[in-house]
């Protein structure tokens, strides 16, 4: 059993708990010494029984580390600190006394000193190597998760795509066969658009999903071009929709590619839910120096008063699905802030608030372009 434990923790927890033994012996003698040169006991006393605290909290650590489960090269570590720690802090005492000693002074009994000083430096070392061996550990299983999420992603977006390509497939080829009797064509184009909502759901997902795994560091992205090229999509996506926008030029945020995926969705959400014969959506971009407000409006059914604050959590079989979730997930990992509000005379209004870069890196070719200055609406350019 000892054999096995050894094998499987390393030698560090045992240097830990034999350290603490030799600081316990050294407390002992040293108040045995003490007792016999001092007239009164209560000091000395007093002296080992810190001393022998000191000396078992430290050889309880290295017993502890046998359950934590770091493995045989983090216990080194965290040894190594733990016996750098404690000779640090008694080198320093020790060189203290040497130059109280050089400078003529009487220094007794320094023993008591020096033990104590290894003790906690001891103890200082174990807690440092104890949380730099965790933090190093949950850094490799983040590692490890996050791979597992992305291999996890990529397969399940693999096979519902293929299996959301023969459901179509089926849907057409069922859909030749057929004389184009009422009944078979309606339930055909259910399963076609049933296969089509699928299909555009791990679309949806896919962007936001790799740059979480992928750990993407935020970069300057051109709010204004996301917006203006998302409204474009949506006009040529929806042709029965009227979508009007109001492009603020030059504001700058810090994201990545998966802000696209952001008002991909609220103007989606904005068409889908209408229950107008031609929805109309407006979108806005107004910026000030340290926030840029994207408001994007419907004139739909709206959404009731008690569904305001729930609406972005998911829910299966929700009318909204996941996209609202996947909405305030992005923003808020860019440090900015979603709400809903009632728009005038009906309809609702998604608000989004990002945290406005004020100089963004200029890229080859924009010499001539103003800088982002934090001026209110810059260049407001109406797209119509």
Do not use: C, Q
Request: no cysteine; proline share 5%.
């Amino acid at each position: 059993m000892e054999s096995t434990d050894a094998h499987e923790n390393g030698a560090g927890p045992w240097a830990v708990v034999v350290l603490g033994a030799v600081l316990l012996v050294g407390f002992l003698l040293n108040f045995w010494y003490e007792v016999e040169r001092l007239d009164g006991r209560a000091l000395p006393v007093l002296a080992v029984t810190l001393g022998v605290t000191l000396s078992l909290v430290v050889g309880y650590t290295g017993f502890r580390l046998r359950d934590d489960g770091f493995g045989p090269a983090a216990n080194r570590r965290i040894a190594g600190w733990t016996l750098v720690g404690a000779a640090f802090t008694a080198t320093t005492s020790g060189l203290t006394i040497l130059i109280r000693i050089g400078e003529g002074r009487v220094v007794e009994e320094p023993t008591f000193d020096l033990l104590v000083s290894a003790a906690v430096g001891a103890l200082a070392g174990v807690v440092a190597g104890r949380y730099a061996a965790r933090a190093a550990h949950e850094a490799r299983e983040a590692e490890r998760a996050r791979d597992a999420f992305e291999f996890i992603n990529g397969m399940l977006r693999h096979e519902l795509l293929n299996g959301v390509n023969v459901i179509g497939a089926y849907a057409d080829e069922l859909d030749r066969r057929t004389d184009g009797e009422d009944d078979t064509d309606r339930d055909i184009e259910a399963i076609r658009s049933a296969a089509t909502h699928l299909a555009d759901l791990v679309h949806s997902i896919r962007p936001a999903a790799e740059a979480f795994a992928s750990g993407r560091s935020l970069e300057p992205v051109d709010l204004g071009s996301v917006l203006r090229e998302r409204v474009e999509a949506a006009r040529t996506a929806r042709p029965g929709a009227r979508i009007e926008a109001d492009v603020a030029d030059g504001v700058h945020v810090d994201a990545n590619e998966a802000l696209d995926n952001v008002f991909a969705n609220l103007l989606n959400n904005a068409i889908e839910h209408n229950d107008t014969t031609e929805p109309r959506v407006t979108v806005e971009l107004e910026a000030d120096g340290r926030t840029a407000t994207v408001r994007i409006g419907d004139d739909g059914p709206g959404i009731p008063d008690d569904r305001k604050e729930t609406v972005f959590e998911p829910r299966t079989g929700s009318d909204h699905g996941f996209g609202l979730y996947l909405v305030r997930t992005l923003v808020v990992s860019y440090g900015g802030t979603i709400r809903v509000e009632d728009n005038d005379p009906r309809g609702s209004v998604f608000v989004v608030e990002l945290p406005r870069r004020r100089e963004p890196s200029r890229s080859p070719g924009d010499e001539g372009r103003p800088m982002d200055d934090g001026t209110d609406r810059a260049g407001a350019v109406p797209t119509p």
